[in-house]
Structure formats: C-alpha cells, structure tokens
C-alpha cells in the first residue's frame, strides 16, 4: 500500500470511527495542484464534527503525520485539517449542504469506502 492510500485510508476510518457520516474520497491528483485528495464528511452537531477532527488528528498523529494547517476547529462547523496531499473537510451537516464542495470538484474521480476498510 502505498503511503498515500495509507492516509487517506486512516483519515476514513477515522471519520466512520466517529460515526461520521456520508464519507467521500476525491482524487483530484489530475485536477489541481492544491492537493491530491479531498476527503469530504459530515457530522450531525458541533460536537461531533470536533470529535471527527480530533479522531482524525489522534490517529494521523500515532501513524507519524501531523497536519500542516488546521482551521475552523473553534466554530465547529466546517473543520479542515491539511495534510499537504489530502486535504480534510469535516462539516456539519447544514454547511456541507450549503457549500456543496462534491458539486465544485464533480470532476475529481470518488474513490470506493470498501477499497479502504
């Protein structure tokens, strides 16, 4: 495996961990060169986006990635955590409606959740 399908594969389990819900991988290696990867998912409550970002970060953290940049967390409503490549997204519910980034990046590839568990 390579390292990259390793991050992102811990990045999504770490989401489905916090019951994080509608989880998607985008591969936008051929789209931009602002990351490789989008990883998109959404929480129910303030609450649970913060504990989808902390999973994330507590797990990348124990495989030896640490985030380069993280924003939003304080406000709870649209948490990104950067990993150079990949790039986190972890909405509430009502935000990843509104901003509907799946329709701005429709072009990038959705990787499969069952190649990664």
């Not at 490789?36 to 990635?65: C, H, L, P, R, W």
């Not at 950067?82 to 901003?99: A, N």
Request: glycine share 6%; hydrophobic share 45%; charged share 30%.
């Amino acid at each position: 495996m390579k390292e990259v399908d390793k991050r992102v594969s811990i990045i999504a389990k770490a989401c489905n961990d916090k019951k994080g819900f509608d989880i998607k991988v985008l591969n936008l290696i051929k789209l931009t060169p602002i990351a490789d990867y989008f990883i998109i998912v959404s929480g129910n409550s303030t609450a649970q986006v913060m504990a989808i970002a902390d999973e994330v970060e507590e797990k990348m953290v124990e495989a030896g990635f640490h985030p380069s940049g993280k924003e939003g967390y304080r406000s709870g409503r649209w948490i990104l955590l950067d990993y150079g490549d990949i790039v986190v997204h972890i909405f509430h519910r009502e935000d990843r409606e509104f901003y509907n980034l799946e329709k701005l990046w429709a072009d990038g590839e959705e990787l499969l959740l069952s190649d990664m568990f």
